[in-house]
């Protein structure tokens, strides 16, 4: 008999209730397929646990996303993920999983704003009016697809959590220098074809370095990904978010019933 492929919330709640059948397989997450293909239904419950652990434990290690991860525990996590085998995320550092992440983003073919989306982020930040540039990013996240709407969240919330500590917790990670390190996983286009980089590459390296620099110090300064967005960020990280100094996401799960 075919048994369905867990989801993230099926393997959350099977861990809490022991009446549920455990998983076989967990979804597979591809890589170098198109982000649709790989989000049939919504963000592959291995691929956002994996986001998870960063967020909760990236903001005070040093250098995450700038240092490499183990080359060996790269290769063996990308099988496991791509064969929809169970992950202990515990036997993997955060360098090897920013580094597994950075690969997938790498991958996704035409990026994961699109040809379209990466050559018009180009265009909005050359912009002088800021509040003119906000509204158009703005708009651009929410011309995505839904499920890359949630992945982007998930992770610029990540990138942001991550800057916000890198001076309290002397990590050296700031929103420059993830800007710099996770630009050409986002931006492809800024990815020389060669072994030597040409001076238009280097120009569109910085220009992508900026645009996340950007995106990541205007998290919750603007409504850049939409309410939505934000309350499924704090719902699924459990982070509370002041978004425009106006409006506060949080989420807290409900208390256990009586007696149990």
Known sequence: MHRRAATFGSVVTSCGHPGTPYPHRLEKVKFGVPLEEVCKNDIPGPLLVLILKLNKEAPCRKDVFRAPGNQ??????????????????????????????????????????????????????????????????????????????????????TFRVIASNSERADTGMTSEALGVSVAPSFFQSCVSDGKTARMKDVLRFKVATKIMKQMIEQFTACDLFGRVNYEYYARVTGRVLRVQDEWICSFRYPPPPRGK
């Open 72 to 157: 060996g525990a790269m290769k063996k996590l990308i099988h496991f993920l791509q064969q929809g085998r169970l992950v202990n995320v515990d036997n993997y550092s955060v360098y090897t999983i920013a580094s597994v992440l950075k690969k997938f983003l790498r991958k996704i073919p035409g990026g994961v704003f699109g040809r379209d989306g990466e050559a018009e982020l180009f265009q909005i930040v050359d912009l002088d009016d800021e509040a003119q540039q906000q509204e158009k990013i703005h708009r651009l996240l929410m011309s995505l697809p839904g499920h890359t709407q949630r992945l982007l969240v998930l992770l610029f919330g």
